[in-house]
């Protein structure tokens, strides 16, 4: 089974552009808005930050472009393929809040993710992480010591485990650069689809060159990272604030093809995100 997101970038280098997106689409991922804030329930495939095809091809642009705003103020961010809450500040004072609790450590992230094999119980995983200066990837990380080390704790619930893959809640102590793939990997769960913190990464690489090909469908059973950001919640006496997105159809595509989840355990599942 072969499942592609309906914004899926198509075969060919070009991957490496960001996707377009359509100024009627924008509007429908929108979670909650008011004076201070927009959250966005991202999909997969479509980056935050400014791209050089234009105002379209992010978020943030795009976000500029339907509000009429010269300037928002990312206050979370996620990976290209990851989908789920991205938050923007409309205004200064509002991000300056938003940040100060951030800084503060008054915020708490919880995800989805499908891993490859069955979690067996719940798991702290409590490594440093550091670049990978093994791979030929630069932006890859890896558990690890060192000067250039930072502490990384993950925790990983497995929810439903079943035919050798595992739902996962995984709830983030601190927010490091890939976190949630790198634990992930060195638990020996690698999230699906993940083509950098996989098997191989350089099906990473042959991703980049060649985009989306047969050898790749073959060696992942998803085109994207199976991780979704599913809730963002701020804890600061001034601000107290929660941002939640839905299990993202991709996803629960796979949990009820793969894990045999039916609609009833979903629902479960994700009532556990709250």
Request: glycine share 6%.
């Amino acid at each position: 089974m072969e499942i592609v997101p309906a914004n899926f970038p198509p075969p060919g280098p070009q991957v490496l552009n960001a996707p377009l997106i359509k100024p009627d689409e924008l509007p429908t991922w929108v979670v909650e808005r008011d004076a201070d804030f927009v959250a966005f329930n991202k999909p997969g495939w479509v980056v935050c930050h400014p791209s050089k095809n234009g105002p379209w091809s992010s978020l943030i642009g795009a976000a500029r472009e339907w509000l009429g705003a010269e300037t928002l103020h990312l206050v979370s961010r996620l990976d290209r393929e990851t989908s789920g809450i991205i938050l923007v500040a409309l205004n200064h004072a509002a991000a300056s809040v938003a940040q100060k609790a951030v800084e503060h450590r008054q915020v708490s992230k919880t995800y989805f993710a499908i891993l490859e094999g069955e979690l067996p119980e719940p798991r702290l995983v409590d490594t440093p992480l550091r670049p990978d200066t093994s791979s030929d990837i630069v932006v890859k990380q890896c558990v690890g010591d060192g000067a250039d080390a930072q502490t990384a704790v993950t925790f990983f619930e497995p929810l439903c485990r079943r035919n050798g893959y595992t739902l996962a809640r995984v709830a983030l102590h601190t927010g490091r650069k890939h976190q949630i793939r790198a634990h992930a990997q060195h638990i020996g769960h690698c999230v699906v689809g993940d083509k950098l913190y996989g098997k191989n990464d350089h099906l990473y690489l042959e991703f980049c060159r060649e985009g989306w090909t047969p050898h790749l469908a073959r060696e992942l059973e998803l085109p994207r990272q199976a991780l979704h950001a599913a809730k963002l919640q701020f804890r600061s006496p001034k601000f107290s604030r929660t941002f939640s997105a839905p299990l993202p159809q991709d996803m629960r595509d796979f949990c009820r093809d793969k894990l045999g989840m039916s609609p009833a355990e979903l629902a479960a599942a994700e009532a556990l995100a709250d």
